[in-house]
């Protein structure tokens, strides 16, 4: 396959492939660079791809790995716990709920351990094995702790996780079950961030998404590849998308371009809408000034898993939506509940604060009447309720009743008794 290099995304210089993630000369961040083949027979590829395993190996050649390994051995040599091929789902009701035709939700909630991480974990962890690493590390808001610590398990690799001390009890508990070394840190994503920076210098191990980074991003395409081939091999007209770092917002569209560019693909580059929660919003914020930088900020909201208060994919992110005449905007913690709620109540899907903010974002856009009632639409859902049920404690009634037909009854509105 056509890897080529590590390059930086300021300068350009580039590096060979290995656990490589900052610029030496100007400290831009690395990007993997393909030279792919121009694909003749658009239809072999196709069938090609869809021949493929149910799961984000399907797109191989598209991945930061060194060689398809052989088709029977695909899910289990790349990764025990098989991510991706999520369901795309066509969500008429949230569509008419907000005046709009045509809207699809991207559950990436089904992944194996319930959020889009198991993407990008599963491609990080199959570099670092090629490059000889037996440790799997992570600085996480969560999601990425869960996941790090069920594939190192289903692989049988070590690993360390770090997660600020204040993560909600679900997330915990779901990730420590794996016996993963979990190390709670006292302070905001950024300070484990900072800490587990410092500790890739000192320890030999794969900090998925630090020294490991350049991969781990390449793992978010697979989310655009799936949604392009679920629909049809075309692109929607405009994505919603949650924005914590900015690294799936910005490889989403990279994965679109990719293609449209080998031809795989009818359509152009999507309408790209970020959504970020207003107890962090660094990029929402720089958004609405017109900025092209991010200032940092202390995180204090509800969606834990989007609190990223310096946000290393920023300034990309505002481009891409600047670029591709899209917005990133933000809600509150109440509007985030009512986003869980509306997606629940419309759809069947619950999803956590984040997938919240994404489809109160979507509700916005909507209500500003930004989306025009035609276009076709898909929400990208990255993560699942039952990790965040504190959110939505008391947001319902329930009747707590004597096992009698005259006590059920009682509870009923007088129209619907019997
Ligand atoms: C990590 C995460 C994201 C996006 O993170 P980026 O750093 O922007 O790639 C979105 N939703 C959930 C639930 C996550 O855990
Ligand atoms: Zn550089």
């Known amino acids: 396959m056509a890897l080529d290099a590590l390059r930086c995304k300021e300068c350009k210089t580039e590096y060979p492939l290995e656990a490589l993630y900052v610029c030496e000369r100007c400290f831009g961040p690395l990007e993997v660079v393909y030279s792919h083949d121009r694909i003749d027979d658009i239809d072999a590829a196709r069938r090609r791809i869809m021949a493929g395993p149910q799961n984000i190996w399907r797109y191989a050649e598209f991945l930061p790995v060194a060689s398809?390994?052989?088709?029977?051995?695909?899910?289990?040599?790349?990764?025990?716990?098989?991510?991706?091929?999520?369901?795309?789902?066509?969500?008429?009701?949230?569509?008419e709920r907000l005046g709009l035709r045509e809207v699809w939700v991207k559950n990436d909630a089904a992944n194996p351990t319930h959020s889009f991480k198991d993407r990008v974990v599963a491609v990080a962890m199959a570099r670092a094995r090629e490059l000889g690493f037996d440790v799997l590390a992570c600085a996480s808001t969560g999601n990425l702790a869960n996941s790090v610590a069920a594939n190192a398990a289903a692989a049988g690799?070590?690993?360390?996780v770090f997660i600020p001390a204040d993560l909600e009890e679900q997330k915990v508990?779901?990730?420590?079950?794996?016996?993963?070394?979990?190390?709670?840190?006292?302070?905001?994503?950024?300070?484990?961030?900072?800490?587990c920076t410092e500790l890739s210098g000192e320890y030999p191990w794969a900090f998925v998404n630090v020294n490991m980074r350049p991969y781990y991003a390449e793992g978010s395409k697979t989310l655009a590849y799936e949604t392009a081939e679920q629909l049809g091999w075309k692109t929607p007209d405009r994505i919603v998308a949650p924005i914590a770092s900015g690294s799936?917002?910005?490889?989403?569209?990279?994965?679109?371009?990719?293609?449209?560019?080998?031809?795989?693909?009818?359509?152009?580059?999507?309408?790209?809408?970020?959504?970020?929660a207003e107890g962090c919003s660094p990029?929402?914020?720089?958004?609405?000034?017109?900025?092209?930088?991010?200032r940092p900020v202390?995180?204090?909201?509800?969606?834990?898993s989007l609190a990223i208060g310096n946000p290393a994919d920023g300034p990309y992110a505002l481009d891409l939506a600047r670029q591709t005449g899209g917005s990133i905007d933000m809600v509150n913690d109440d509007e985030i509940r009512a986003g869980i709620r509306l997606l629940a109540e419309t759809t069947g899907i619950f999803t956590e604060t984040a997938g919240g903010t994404t489809a109160a974002v979507l509700a916005k856009l909507a209500q500003r009447k930004e989306i025009d009632p035609d276009e076709c639409v898909v929400l990208y859902i990255t993560g699942e309720g039952l990790k965040t049920l504190d959110a939505v404690r008391g947001s319902f009634e329930s009747h707590q009743i004597e096992p009698s037909l005259a006590a059920f009854e009682a509870t009923l509105p007088q129209s619907v008794r019997a």
């Not at 690799?157 to 360390?160: D, G, I, N, P, Q």
């Not at 794996?178 to 300070?191: A, E, I, M, R, W």
């Not at 449209?260 to 809408?273: A, Q, R, V």
């Open 68 to 95: 398809p390994p052989a088709p029977s051995l695909r899910a289990s040599s790349r990764s025990g716990l098989p991510a991706g091929c999520t369901p795309l789902i066509r969500a008429d009701r949230l569509a």
């Open 157 to 160: 690799l070590e690993s360390y």
């Open 173 to 195: 508990l779901a990730t420590g079950i794996y016996g993963t070394n979990l190390v709670k840190v006292n302070g905001n994503y950024d300070d484990v961030n900072r800490l």
């Open 248 to 276: 799936l917002f910005t490889k989403v569209a990279r994965g679109f371009e990719e293609w449209l560019e080998l031809g795989l693909i009818d359509g152009s580059i999507p309408t790209m809408n970020g959504a970020q």
């Open 283 to 294: 990029v929402a914020t720089a958004f609405a000034a017109g900025l092209d930088v991010c």
């Open 298 to 304: 202390k995180p204090n909201t509800i969606a834990k």
